[in-house]
């Protein structure tokens, strides 16, 4: 497949999601940062889509929603891995567990990156760093960003009727060790579209401390790695 092209805000777990899939089919990308602000840097997308990333533009096509994205990726480029099984009962597993992500994993992870102060405030500057911001909204963010992500953080626990996020991503964890049980994937022997999802959504947040709850667990982490070093092994040589 030609280089991809991708539109993300670096601390998007969608968008992190879409980097897995790249990496693991071994097609070679560029990323865009979108400034949250104002968004300019998108490309010009149909009437009907949302102004949200992650967006790819692959073989002259805009494609939009990590979950699309993930597909197409699959249908595209069969490569050596493939995200969907043939096994009727692994594909629908790998089916849920991917829609499980966007549903809860990707919903409860920022309310522990943006959940005490000090997590706000490493949020923020991994975000000012990371963005295309001028020098006074730079600025702004590094200053006034704990305080937008705190309330973030909180805004998501009221609404998913939380009010602990380590909590909620215990239990996410948890859920994810369970569906692993003895098995190398979460749906099976082999990597499926649910390990590349959680893959995602969790390297986003590997930078903060909160990924010592994926690290502190033998099981889980050993999981982590061993899909870190497929996208390690299969990953087109890095374009910016
Ligand atoms: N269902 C979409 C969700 C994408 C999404 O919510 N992206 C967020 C960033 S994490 C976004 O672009 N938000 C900007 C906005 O809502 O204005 C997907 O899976 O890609």
């Known amino acids: 497949m030609d280089p991809v092209t991708l539109y993300q805000f670096e601390l998007c777990p969608f968008c992190h999601k879409v980097k897995a899939g790249l990496e693991l089919k071994g097609i070679p990308f560029s990323k865009v940062e979108v400034n949250p602000m104002g968004k300019k840097e998108l490309p010009d997308l149909p009437t009907d889509s949302p102004r949200k990333v992650p967006v790819i533009e692959a073989n002259?096509?805009?494609?939009?929603?990590?979950?699309?994205i993930l597909n197409y990726l699959d249908e595209r480029c069969e490569g050596a891995l493939r995200?969907?099984?043939?096994?009727?009962?692994?594909?629908?597993?790998a089916v849920a567990i991917e829609q499980w992500v966007d549903d809860v994993l990707v919903m409860a992870l920022p309310?522990?990156?943006?959940?005490?102060?000090?997590?706000?405030?490493?949020a923020a500057q991994v975000t000012a760093r990371t963005s295309n911001f001028g020098f006074f909204?730079?600025?702004?963010?590094?200053?006034?960003?704990?305080?937008?992500?705190?309330?973030i953080a909180k805004r998501i626990l009221k609404k998913n009727g939380r009010t602990d996020g380590?909590?909620?991503?215990?239990?996410?964890?948890?859920?994810?060790?369970?569906?692993?049980?003895d098995e190398a994937f979460v749906a099976g022997?082999?990597?499926?579209?649910?390990?590349?999802?959680?893959h995602g959504a969790l390297s986003c947040v590997r930078d903060f401390?909160?990924?010592?709850?994926?690290?502190?667990?033998?099981?889980?982490?050993?999981?982590?790695?061993?899909?870190?070093d497929l996208r390690d092994e299969h990953a087109a040589p890095a374009r910016g």
């Open 111 to 122: 309310t522990v990156i943006y959940g005490t102060w000090r997590e706000a405030l490493t």
């Open 189 to 198: 022997p082999a990597l499926t579209l649910g390990d590349v999802a959680i």
């Open 137 to 151: 909204q730079n600025m702004s963010v590094r200053a006034g960003g704990p305080l937008i992500m705190h309330q």
């Open 166 to 181: 380590h909590q909620w991503v215990g239990e996410a964890l948890d859920r994810v060790e369970e569906w692993l049980g």
């Open 209 to 228: 401390p909160i990924f010592e709850k994926v690290t502190s667990r033998p099981r889980l982490s050993s999981w982590f790695r061993r899909v870190q």
């Open 83 to 93: 995200f969907l099984p043939a096994d009727p009962e692994s594909r629908a597993k």
């Open 60 to 68: 002259g096509e805009l494609i939009f929603d990590s979950t699309t």
